[in-house]
């Protein structure tokens, strides 16, 4: 199951129902990876996220780590930081989101999520966040997951490091791709230390450019992060597919991730618009290992066992994608009736 955020955390604070939820759609051994969920005070976009700095919140995620766990399935927490995609308002003390520049994302009055503009990270402030990221981690494995996937896709903080039309800095953080490339795996090599580098993924989406956070050579960037992942021997990579061009948008593209799998030496999980076609097909013919399904899975928490029997599927209902009811749109979608 990919991650994805359903806002029903309330105060950020993971809730119960978050265990119907997730075991809901758990299989023995199935891989399950979390919502997006914040690293620390200033990793917050958006209100009912979950986050996993406080002590509170490590507490509440035991029970829903517990719940996958009792029905065999294995979990990752995804770790986020949002950088600019946030607002003051969201922020300690009203200050202002914290990010690789200070160059904002365009506030789109027609849309519900406001955005101001970013502070640039000092270089000297950058080691903290990466402190954070594995703070943060140590706190998952205390929850109980399995391990964690490092958010470095969809114009977050990580990917605002990585993309050259986001990236406008001078220092070793910014400019060449080298450089930029450098916070993500910083982040990743002192999460390995912390919880050992099979427990570690990350997901990655170069070729796309949601918040503004496009790359003039998405390619190049994809090829040299997977090749520097392999140094660490984390456990994964999860690359979001070229054709997905918006968060939920496909579009034909010639583009493909077939070199970044080859140069990848582990696992690698593929997303992106995959229906139980061409998710077989993708994986007969090796150009992943695994594949991770979004919106089919939120719709159909029996996915598995649907797509075993090539069974008829569920619609998603995209309006309660994000909306804070604990059960409507979240734990109510029927399971296939097997009795017929
Ligand atoms: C409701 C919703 C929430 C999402 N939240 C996240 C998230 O928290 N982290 C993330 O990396 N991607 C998130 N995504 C993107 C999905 O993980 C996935 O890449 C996307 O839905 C495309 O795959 P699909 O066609 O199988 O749905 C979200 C998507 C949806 C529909």
Same mark, same amino acid.
């Given at each position: 199951m990919a991650p994805m955020g359903r806002?029903?955390?309330?105060g950020y604070v993971p809730q119960p129902q978050a265990a119907l939820y997730y075991s809901q759609r758990t299989t023995p051994g199935g891989l399950l990876i979390s919502e997006?969920?914040?690293?620390?005070?200033? !990793?917050? !976009?958006?209100?009912?996220i979950g986050g996993i700095w406080r002590k509170e919140q490590i507490e509440a995620w035991k029970p829903i780590v517990d719940a996958v766990h009792s029905r065999g399935g294995v979990f990752f927490c995804q770790l986020w930081h949002a950088g600019r995609v946030s607002h003051r308002d969201w922020q300690p003390n009203g200050e202002a989101p914290v990010s690789s520049? =200070?160059?904002?994302?365009a506030d789109d009055p027609s849309s519900q999520y406001r955005f101001t503009p970013p502070r640039r990270l000092t270089t000297e402030e950058i080691p903290t966040i990466v402190n954070d990221f594995r703070l943060a981690a140590r706190n998952a494995i205390e929850a109980g997951f399995d391990g964690v996937e490092i958010?470095? !896709?969809?114009?977050y903080l990580v990917d605002q490091f990585l993309k050259d039309s986001v990236n406008d800095r001078t =220092?070793?953080?910014?400019?060449s791709l080298e450089n930029r490339c450098r916070f993500a795996l910083e982040v990743i090599e002192a999460v390995s230390n912390e919880i050992?580098?099979?427990?570690v993924g990350i997901r990655l989406s170069p070729f796309a450019n949601y918040?503004?956070?496009? =790359?003039?050579d998405p390619k190049s960037l994809g090829l040299y992060m997977a090749k520097s992942l392999n140094r660490f021997e984390i456990l994964y990579c999860h690359m979001v597919e070229p054709?997905?061009?918006?968060?939920?948008e496909i579009f034909e593209c010639t583009e493909s991730l077939t070199p970044m799998r080859k140069a990848f030496n582990g696992t690698f999980i593929v997303a992106g618009g995959y229906t139980r076609e061409d998710g077989n097909k993708a994986v007969e013919e090796g150009r992943a290992d695994l594949v991770a399904y979004g919106r089919l899975f939120l719709a159909n928490p029996d996915l598995p066992r649907r797509f075993e029997l090539d069974a008829p599927l569920n619609k998603y209902d995209?309006?309660?994608?994000?909306?804070?009811?604990?059960?409507?749109?979240?734990? =109510?979608?029927p399971f296939l009736d097997t009795t017929d």
């Open positions: 806002l029903r955390s309330y997006a969920t914040g690293i620390s005070e200033t !990793a917050m !976009a958006y209100i009912n520049t =200070d160059k904002p994302v958010h470095g !896709a969809h114009g =220092d070793s953080y910014g400019g050992g580098p099979d427990r918040m503004e956070s496009g =790359d003039s054709r997905m061009k918006t968060v939920s995209r309006p309660s994608f994000y909306t804070t009811d604990p059960v409507v749109g979240y734990t =109510d979608y």
